[in-house]
């Protein structure tokens, strides 16, 4: 099993905003993930836990988003033939985290 790529988003809006955008944010999420030919199987929330589940090139990757005051959590788990995708999922989750999360 591969190490799960793990991203930690700082963030100063609290809890209840942070999880407000990442609500917002999701179906753009699934609209921008569909055109590139990724499905999102499964995204339920557990208080302030998103747990989620992707198919991509016949794989399944799963994992979770956890909301916290201060910062967010991103763990996703993936077969070893999706890691070698690691450091692009990488930038996209801190980029796009990021962008979400900053205080406007």
């Known amino acids: 099993m591969v190490k799960p790529l793990v991203v930690v988003i700082p963030h100063q809006l609290g809890r209840a905003e942070a999880r407000r955008r990442l609500e917002t944010g999701l179906?753009?999420?699934q609209e921008?993930?569909?055109k590139a030919g990724?499905?999102?199987a499964?995204?339920?929330?557990?208080?302030?836990?998103?747990?989620?589940?992707?198919?991509a090139m016949n794989q399944n990757v799963d994992g979770q988003i956890d909301v916290d005051e201060d910062s967010v959590r991103v763990e996703v788990r993936m077969p070893m033939l999706l890691s070698l995708f690691a450091g692009k999922v990488r930038a996209l989750i801190d980029t796009n985290g990021t962008k979400l999360l900053t205080k406007k």
Do not use: K, P
């Open 32 to 34: 921008l993930l569909g």
């Open 42 to 55: 499964e995204a339920t929330w557990q208080g302030d836990q998103l747990n989620f589940l992707v198919g």
């Open 38 to 40: 990724i499905r999102m």
């Open 27 to 29: 179906g753009s999420a």
